[in-house]
């Protein structure tokens, strides 16, 4: 079992980048049942039943870094762990790390993790993501494709794509969001 | 006289700041600060009543199907628009599955570490343990085999330097009064908790068709189509899925989730008499059982002063003194001062930086009638208690006697209004879920097998203004959503949420709200480590929600604790 988890609130301007993207690839590719596409939100430690026993787990968030505003990275688990020490303690912890330190104690947590990151502009309360930010959901949710394939997994492209439901942004910006 | 700030307090949703004065080893002040302003009320209006709920499950991104229904109780209730009683069990069979998750992953995961020593759990011998575990509970996941390969676990982490997410806890304070094997046996429960918090969203998204943000909802009802013919819908099949999920996970509720609170009752009898704070306590009726919501499965009432015998019943949701009672007083939070009733209820940011002689949070002061108000699990069990309920009878009765059966203490209800006390009715409250979630899937169950298979009733709503609130007894708490509606579009939108009633910082006269009340009086043996302090704050099982979630891959600031 594979899980595609988008993480992040839609009402926090950029931090909404992880459903968004969650929302494109779903309406841009299709996978078999076995692959579940979740846009979570902001869940703190209910995160832990979705990585339960999966094979692997791709998780799309905002991810901070010193690169452009702007930036794709991917990220694999490591890359977190050695940092763990400095990790930012956010407004919504436990989150994600403490998720997967605890199943990894309790022998469930992923086979492998992989992080799709974007660096934000601003994560402010907002009815919008940045225009830098959401030009990229369509590249990101190539990436995620390109990840499921290289890993063995089923993943075509829809064709027509339908149209993505973000109901969370304002009218005319969907539009822009859908287009870009 | 040390001044100490923890900010922000961890292991709990969002984010809260807390300050006390210590003097003479003893917290003599207190105040709660949230440091997020929630704005999901000024995007509210101005939106389509039927639509509400999708927005307000946002509100939070844990408790998020508490809104949602709430939500859809208040505009259903601005309409005096009744619900199939199918549509009631499916709500309440969500509320329940929702709660059993919330409380065990606020007891285990969040808050059981306060009282666990980690770093004892490597002297602990596994049969001793296993022992003293088939003593206190017929739970069958305490083998010592199982204990013992869960303390491997802990020893390698000991062992490799790197605690990881544990190397924040107060390892060998003073406070820490539990013997290596009963750390380990708790411990081991910590980690099979984690299956059991999977089963109760199992039973959330099997009814919600998806959680978080269930979207089953309607104004009117459920949208779940029932057909015991088809394979797409609600059928035996399904509800036969979560018989069996509710017969894996009720047995962790009652014999380790109950049996553990009450073994922590035994060894630290200490916080049975610590944190009582504000004993006024409020509880709203929920589980109805039929279409006009008129008999419930669970017992709201208002009790004042700490008197049980004085115990106030709100038997209906149309309470006509709940609903002049609630005001909410801005006086001390950053918003434009003044007291509104709910439905006149503003949100014009006000802020000031922290002043903890005027202004010094995000929360308002909800007040009943004046009074701050005390609302959680231990409100619904202290109210079922005084007012004869039986099932709280019944589930309060084995406490106490689980409790007694470990080591001869003798507890009152009277002592459960205390820091302990709330643990203990979270646990209880549980219990009582776990039986009424059979009854009501045997409702429904009932209803369907007698034909009916009706799930919603259209709105229809009139050209002028309607006001509507409804209420949830949510797993921390009294939830009230409180709705003006005109031509079927919100002009205004207030909730009154658990953690606002419990985080309330000072009123316009100066008295302050339960957490602030409950830390007065607390020992705090070493003013670097206020384990002491963190015990009663996370009794209240406290939730900021509604933030901003984002990791950092360079690594900034991580949490303090500041004392001055």
């Known amino acids: 079992m594979i899980s595609v988890i988008g993480l992040g609130n839609v009402f926090l301007g950029d931090d909404g980048f992880g459903p968004l993207v969650i929302e494109s690839f779903r309406c841009a590719y299709s996978c078999l049942p076995s692959v579940e596409v979740l846009d979570l939100g902001t869940p703190g430690l209910d995160l832990a039943p979705y990585l339960y026993d999966k ?119 969907v539009k822009q969001a859908a287009a870009a | 006289m040390a001044r100490i700030t923890i900010d922000p307090v961890t292991r709990i949703e969002g984010h809260l700041r807390v300050d006390v004065e210590v003097d003479g080893g003893v917290v003599n002040k207190a ?54 009683p199918n549509a009631q069990y499916i709500r309440n069979l969500i509320l329940i599955g929702h709660a059993l998750h919330d409380n065990i992953v606020h007891f285990y995961h969040l808050s059981s570490l306060d009282f666990i020593d980690i770093l004892q759990i490597p002297k602990a011998d596994p049969r001793k343990a296993a022992s003293i575990a088939e003593g206190y509970s017929s739970w069958t996941g305490n083998s010592w085999q199982e204990l013992a390969a869960v303390q491997t676990k802990v020893k390698g982490l000991v062992a490799s330097g ?30 099979q908790a984690l299956e059991f918090q999977r089963k109760s969203c199992q039973v959330v998204a099997i009814l919600g068709g998806k959680t978080p943000h269930i979207q089953n909802l309607a104004v009117g009802g459920v949208m779940n189509a029932i057909n015991l013919n088809s394979l797409a819908t609600l059928n035996m099949d399904r509800l036969g899925m979560l018989q069996s999920i509710l017969e894996d996970l009720i047995p962790f509720v009652q014999q380790v989730f109950l049996a553990d609170t009450c073994l922590l009752a035994a060894y630290y009898p200490e916080y049975l008499h610590l944190g009582r704070g504000v004993d006024n306590y409020l509880a709203v009726p929920d589980l109805p059982t039929d279409a006009a919501a008129t008999k419930f499965d669970l017992p709201g009432g208002v009790i004042m002063n700490g008197d049980l015998a004085s115990v106030r019943s709100i038997t209906s949701w149309k309470d006509a003194e709940f609903r002049k009672a609630v005001a909410e007083d801005n006086t001390r939070a950053w918003y434009q001062g003044g007291k509104f009733p709910p439905y006149q209820g503003q949100q014009t ?150 953690t606002t009633w419990n985080a309330s910082p000072r009123d316009e006269l100066g008295v302050p709200g339960p957490y602030e009340t409950s830390l007065i009086g607390t020992p705090v043996v070493d003013p670097e480590k206020p384990l002491e302090v963190l015990r009663t704050v996370h009794s209240f099982d406290p939730c900021m929600a509604c933030s901003c979630h984002t990791l950092d891959a360079t690594g900034k600031e991580i949490a303090a604790v500041k004392v001055q």
């Open chain 2, 162 to 191: 790197q605690l990881g997410i544990f190397s924040h806890g107060y390892w060998g304070h003073p406070a820490m009064k539990l013997s290596p094997e009963v750390n380990l046996i708790l411990f081991s429960h910590y980690l």
């Open chain 2, 31 to 84: 105040w709660a600060s949230c440091t997020m302003w929630r704005g999901l009320e000024t995007i509210l209006r101005g939106r389509d009543a039927r639509e509400g709920w999708v927005f307000a499950q946002r509100f939070c991104g844990v408790c998020t199907t508490v809104h949602a229904v709430a939500s859809v109780r208040a505009v259903e209730d601005a309409l005096s628009l009744e619900i199939p």
């Open chain 1, 55 to 173: 094979h692997l787990v791709i998780v799309v968030d905002t991810v901070h870094s010193d690169t452009d505003i702007g930036t794709l990275s991917m990220f694999c688990e490591e890359d977190f762990m050695t940092h763990k020490a400095k990790l930012r303690i956010t407004g919504h912890d436990p989150g994600l790390w403490d998720s997967i330190a605890h199943l990894r104690l309790a022998g469930h947590a992923p086979s492998e993790l992989i992080v799709l990151g974007i660096n934000p502009e601003s994560c402010e309360f907002a009815d919008r993501i940045s225009q830098r930010i959401s030009s990229t959901a369509a590249r990101a949710a190539g990436m995620i494709a390109q990840t499921l394939i290289e890993h063995g997994v089923a993943c075509t492209a829809r064709d027509p794509a339908t149209v993505p439901d973000l109901w969370w942004l304002r009218i005319g910006h």
């Open chain 2, 349 to 498: 940011p006000d802020y000031t930086d922290f002043n903890p002689d005027a202004k010094y949070t995000w929360v308002k002061a909800p007040r009943y009638n004046g009074s701050p108000m005390q609302a959680g699990p231990l409100s619904t069990v202290l109210v079922g208690y005084a007012s004869g309920h039986a099932k709280t009878r019944k589930w309060t009765d084995t406490a106490f006697d689980r409790i007694a059966a470990v080591n001869g203490l003798k507890v009152t209800p009277n002592d459960l209004q205390s820091t302990m006390g709330r643990y203990l009715g979270r646990a209880i409250r549980s219990s009582i879920l776990s039986d009424l979630a059979l009854e009501q899937l045997q409702a429904l169950t009932t209803n369907i097998l007698n034909g009916d298979d009706t799930t919603y009733n259209a709105p229809t709503f009139p050209a002028g203004e309607v006001m509507g609130m409804g209420m949830h007894e949510a797993p921390r708490g009294s939830l009230s959503h409180w709705v003006v509606i005109e031509k079927g579009v919100f002009t205004n939108y207030q909730a009154v949420v658990p």
